[in-house]
């Protein structure tokens, strides 16, 4: 068989499965396994000098046998070299024993009485993989029937069911190991100056054409007053700014330039706007918002809401 897959091929291949097995059975966590371990790309370095040697060897072999032949023998050899893989013995062998066929010279003995104007037909069987394809079909349906026609395992409701608990599990945990993951029901609003620096300088970068530096404004409503247009607090600013705001009013959905801490931070910065006085501000829009249980405004009597409750 090596003679009739060239080595450029052969190489490649055989490399890649041991690429993918190694992959598969270190465990290396969200990181491939020749990046987090050290040892591994040497462990490759090493499989492929082996391979070249393997290689050389094998062709001194093969050079040395060729050389220890009679010239007839080589004249075969040759032959039988340039003989395309289809037409070798090994390729033959291995045809007529999983399709069941019968050589040439054979054929007399399942050739049947029937003759077409010279045309006879033969008894050939079905191929092995075949008929053991059609009789694992067979012990498959058996199983299938017994297990959840019978036994009453468990249906596809409950199965979906199922699958989707565990992915909303699954992806609970994954949220709690990625910190930059975040989404509107797990948003809160931050309080420290270095997070809310942040979030003015975000600001400052991206939000001041429309709304002005000290929030009163522009294209954009006012941020410093207590009344909303999509609702306030926390999480429905931080959906306003990563979803976008309403259809036409020329508000994008940051989502796609801002990663979700950097919205939480910008969406913190806008709330400690709140009270502040700017030098020109717009008239308010929108509803007037609370929330249950926080602190009032030294500037408002007004209480900044995130239960989406209107007044």
Not at 43 to 60: D, K, P, R, S
Not at 264 to 284: C, I, M, N
Request: proline content about 5%; some cysteine; aromatic content about 12%.
């Amino acid at each position: 068989m090596r003679k009739y897959i060239p080595v450029y091929i052969r190489f490649p291949f055989f490399y890649l499965i041991v690429f993918a097995l190694s992959e598969y059975f270190i465990d290396s966590g969200d990181r491939p396994a020749f990046v987090k371990y050290p040892i591994v790309p040497l462990m490759h370095v090493l499989l492929i000098f082996i391979f070249i040697v393997i290689e050389v060897i094998l062709n001194a072999v093969d050079n040395v046998s060729y050389q220890l032949l009679s010239d007839e023998a080589k004249v075969q050899f040759d032959i039988d070299k340039a003989k395309p893989f289809t037409q070798s013995e090994f390729y033959k062998k291995w045809v007529f024993k999983i399709s069941a066929l019968k050589p040439i010279e054979d054929e007399k003995d399942i050739q049947l009485d029937h003759d077409y104007d010279g045309i006879k037909e033969l008894d050939n069987g079905l191929p092995p993989w075949f008929t053991g394809l059609f009789y694992a079909t067979i012990v498959f349906a058996l199983v299938y029937l017994v297990r959840f026609h019978i036994v009453g395992d468990y249906t596809q409701d409950q199965e979906y069911v199922m699958d989707n608990t565990l992915a909303e599990k699954q992806v609970e945990a994954y949220n709690k190991t990625a910190p930059d993951l975040m989404n509107k029901d797990k948003v809160t609003l931050l309080t420290e100056p270095a997070a809310v620096a942040e979030g003015k300088a975000i600001f400052t970068t991206n939000c001041v054409l429309c709304h002005k530096a000290d929030g009163g404004g522009a294209i954009g409503p006012n941020l410093t007053d207590t009344s909303w247009i999509l609702g306030g607090g926390i999480k429905n600013l931080f959906k306003t700014i990563t979803e976008g705001g309403r259809p036409g009013k020329g508000m994008v959905a940051w989502k796609e330039s801002l990663k979700p801490t950097e919205i939480q931070k910008v969406a913190s910065y806008v709330l400690s706007l709140q009270g502040t006085k700017p030098a020109v501000g717009k008239a308010p829009e929108g509803d007037v918002w609370y929330e249950d249980g926080a602190a009032k405004s030294n500037t408002a009597e007004l209480i900044v809401t995130d239960t989406i409750a209107k007044k």
